[in-house]
C-alpha cells in the first residue's frame, strides 16, 4: 500500500493535527465522546475526526463508530469537508457529515476557533444484531455541541435574553442579569454573533453498507431488493421484495432496468463514449497481461494497441465484447447482442441521472472488478482491498494512471464518467443493442 500512500491515493486530503492546542482540544472531544485519550503529539483525521493512527494506538480501528452503527464525530476545523471518510460503514455517512458542515460552516468556524465539535450522526438502531434492523435505518440526525457546552449555553442565554426584554418588572429582576452575565461569559455577545447549529434530519432509503460482507439496499424504488456482496443468506428473512447476491447477474440487471437505475454509456449524453470504451479495454488488457511478465507502465495508448494484437489469444471475452461495442460505436460494424449474461454487460452501463446516481455507480464498479478506475472512484474500501492482490506489474500501472490521469483532473474526469448533461429539446435516437 505504500505505493497508493506515498502518491497521494491512499490517506490522502487527510486533516494534519499537528499543533498542541489542537491536540488538546481534539483530547476533550475524545474523553467527551468515549472516555479515551490520545499521547499521539501529532496525527491526521478524516472528516469525521477519526484518525487511522489513533486506531492503530487504541487497537479499536471503530473508536469513534461503536458497532459502526451510529457515527461520532470531532470537527477541528471547516477544512475537514474535504477529507475522505475512512472505515465507512456506510455509503451516506460522508455526504451527510459535508453537508452538515457546509451548512454550518460559518457558525462551525466560529465555534472551533476556541474548541472541538463533538457530535453523533444518530438514528433508532444501536447495533445490528439482526440484518432487519437495517431497514430500520431510515432517519440520521446531527447532533453536536462543543466539548464546553457552547450551543447548549446559548440556547439558555438566548432564553433568558427573550424573558428579559418581554416579561414585566424583568429589568428589576437581579439574579436573571446575573445568569445573563455569567452565561455571556461563556457563550459571548449571541445578540451580534449567533451561536447555534441547524438542526439536520436526512433520509436514508438506498445505501450500501458493509455489515453481513457488505450490501445495497434499494428501499425507495419502485421494485425494492437487496443485493449482497457476499452470502445472501442473513438477509432471506428480511422482509424486501427480492434478495440477491453478485452471481444473480441476470437479476440484478433486472432489477437495474426495472427502476430505471442505469443507462448504455454509449446512449448518455455529453459523454465520449468511444474513449471510455477504449479505456475499460486497455484496464481489462492490464488485467488479462498482469501476471505475463509484461511491462505496462509508461505504455502509450499506441503500445497497448500492439500489446492486446500481440496476446489476443490470452484476452477475455470482454475485451472482445467491448471491441465489438467499439466498433458499432463509431460507425463501422453492426451492432453486438450484448446480454446480462455476457460477463461484459455491467461494463457498458452507468448510472442514469437521479438521486442515487453514486450509489448505482457504486454498485456496478463492484459488478465491473476489472476497470480499477471506476472502482477506485466509486467504491475505495473494495479498490483497496482488491489492490492488496495485484501483481506488482499491475500495480505499477495502477498508481501512474491515477496519478496522472485522474488526480490531475478530477472533476473533468468524473463529469466525463458520470455526469449528466441537461436535457435537450430535441434528442436525436440512435438505435443500438438495447433498442
Known amino acids: 500500500m505504500n505505493r497508493l500512500i506515498s502518491s497521494g491515493l491512499m ?48 487497537g479499536d480501528p471503530l473508536y ?11 470537527l477541528l476545523s ?19 457529515l459535508r453537508q452538515f458542515i457546509s451548512q454550518n460552516e460559518a457558525a462551525l468556524f466560529a465555534l472551533t476557533a476556541r474548541d472541538a465539535v463533538a457530535g453523533e450522526l444518530v438514528n433508532s438502531v444501536f447495533n445490528l ?34 424573558r428579559f426584554l418581554n416579561e414585566e418588572d424583568a429589568w428589576f429582576d437581579d439574579v436573571l442579569i446575573a445568569e445573563m452575565i455569567e452565561l455571556a461569559g461563556e457563550t459571548g455577545d449571541i445578540v451580534r454573533n449567533p451561536v447555534h447549529l ?7 432509503g438506498n445505501f450500501w453498507t458493509a455489515h453481513y460482507g457488505g450490501a445495497y439496499l434499494f428501499q425507495d424504488v419502485k421494485h425494492p431488493a437487496i443485493l449482497a456482496s457476499g452470502d445472501k443468506a442473513p438477509f432471506d428473512a428480511v422482509d424486501v421484495e427480492h434478495v440477491f447476491d453478485m452471481t444473480q447477474r441476470s437479476h440484478i440487471a433486472r432489477f437495474l432496468d426495472l427502476n430505471g437505475l442505469v443507462e448504455p454509456i454509449v446512449k448518455a449524453r455529453g459523454v465520449d463514449a468511444s474513449a471510455v470504451l477504449r479505456q475499460k479495454m486497455d484496464f481489462i488488457l492490464v488485467d488479462a497481461l498482469a501476471d ?24 477475455p471475452q470482454e475485451f472482445h465484447a467491448l471491441a465489438a461495442l467499439l466498433n458499432w460505436a463509431e460507425g463501422g460494424g453492426a451492432w453486438p447482442s450484448i446480454t446480462s ?16 446516481a453514486e450509489l448505482v455507480n457504486m454498485l456496478l464498479a463492484e459488478l465491473t472488478i476489472r ?31 491515477l496519478r496522472n490521469e485522474y488526480q490531475t483532473d478530477k472533476a473533468g474526469a468524473r463529469t466525463a464518467l458520470f455526469g449528466h448533461e441537461p436535457s435537450m429539446e430535441e434528442e436525436v435516437r440512435r438505435v443500438g443493442p438495447w433498442g
Open 64 to 74: 469513534l463508530n461503536h458497532d459502526g452503527v451510529n457515527r461520532q464525530f470531532i
Open 11 to 58: 490517506f490522502g486530503n487527510l486533516f494534519h493535527v499537528a499543533s498542541p492546542p489542537l491536540v488538546e482540544r481534539y483530547n476533550r472531544a475524545l474523553v467527551h465522546l468515549t472516555g479515551k485519550q490520545t499521547a499521539l503529539p501529532d496525527f491526521y483525521i478524516d472528516i469525521s475526526g477519526y484518525s487511522p493512527e489513533i486506531g492503530f494506538e487504541l
Open 292 to 315: 505475463a511478465d509484461v511491462v505496462l507502465k509508461g505504455r502509450s495508448r499506441g503500445e497497448m494497441r500492439r500489446l492486446a494484437r500481440d496476446h489476443i489469444g490470452q484476452l
Open 129 to 162: 444484531s439482526d440484518p432487519a434492523r437495517l431497514l430500520d435505518i431510515r432517519r440520521i440526525t446531527i447532533e453536536a455541541d462543543t466539548t464546553g457546552g457552547a450551543i447548549r449555553q446559548a440556547a439558555k442565554l438566548d432564553a433568558k435574553v427573550d
Open 341 to 356: 449474461n455476457n460477463p461484459v454487460y455491467f461494463y457498458t452501463l452507468r448510472a442514469s441521472d437521479h438521486k442515487d
Open 371 to 401: 476497470d480499477f478506475r471506476q472502482l477506485f472512484i466509486c467504491h475505495k474500501p473494495l479498490f483497496y482491498e482488491k489492490f492488496a492482490d495485484f501483481s506488482d506489474a499491475k500495480k505499477d500501472y495502477v498508481v501512474e494512471f
Open 198 to 204: 441547524k438542526g439536520m434530519s436526512f433520509e436514508q
Open 78 to 96: 471547516t477544512s475537514q469537508k474535504y477529507a475522505p471518510l475512512l472505515e465507512a460503514k456506510f455509503s451516506t455517512c460522508r455526504g451527510i
